[in-house]
């Protein structure tokens, strides 16, 4: 007990390191706005497909960029990415153990590529390895494949591996935390230790130096007209920038309610109080446009105009078709292609005939 309580006064005292709250914290900030953002993208493309589709089926590309561009204004300017400059953070090369270098000298070239690509391009990576992942899991449940495929195999392989690699990923990640809560290790995370840096507190000295150059910056004047150019671009830059993340640090706990709000664990809850009735049948079946859309045989598939193969229904709409007539449409189109109901492929039923 002796000696844990000298170990934590001398930490205390002398440790310029953040604590493993400060340090998760920071880590859990952005990993709780990018699902909040997705929300509020995916309400706008429901509301008004046409003008605001683009931005559900580009989101993680338009999240990316806007990340890269918040990342890097704020590695240049603060030596930290966004999330740890929230949290009065910065980095410095594991090499520096002498004297810390100031917050606005900014980190050597090698280790601010490598600490923007692991900030920006590994939580990108990942979130389409889940992705694929999740939509070959579907496909393996719903698609048609002979016991002997190759392809069959394949994803049973990958799918069977993906758990266990995800498994050491994650701890990987906790076995860091450990070894950095105990003093054994001084990054709490292994994308610090690739990018060669590691995680302290900002001084007096590093705030004195950002609010010198945030100042400098706004009084400076330019005189000839490249330089002026230059600044220009480099300031609508930063405006942009600063911009994003003012109104990620404004609306942060905001975000974080509309992700509680919407969570898996509340819908439930939201769907009893806020059930609404059955839609009423779609309008444009009734003033004759159904004798082209639907065939006159109730055992002909309304796509293939042929007798149904392997009869699968659409939840949404309740119309029958080819399972890989209706598979293939929804896939591509994600919607009914009677009604035009917004469809996904877990709204695909499976019929069984009494005589099957």
Known sequence: MAELGAHLTAASAGDDRPSIFEAVAQDSLMAAVKPALQHLVKVLAEANPGRYGFLWHWFDEIYVLLDLLLQ???????????????YSLKRIPITDRRQQPLATAGLPKKQHW???????????LKGKLEKLVSSLREEDEYSIHPPSSSWKRFYRAFLAAYPFVNMTWEGWFLIQQLCYILGKAQHHSPMLRLAGVRLVRLTAEDIQALEKKLAGATSSQTHSIKTHVQSAVRKALGGIAFSLSTGLSVSVFFLQFLDWWYSSENQETIKSLTALPTPPPPVHLDNGASSALLPKLKTVCPLCRKIRVNATALSTSGFVFCYRCVYNYVKTHQRCPITGYATELQHLVKLYSPES
């Open 72 to 86: 890097q204004h704020y590695l240049a300017r603060c030596s930290a990415s966004f999330s740890e400059n929230f």
């Open 114 to 124: 490598k600490s923007l690509l692991l900030l920006v391009l590994v939580p990108y």
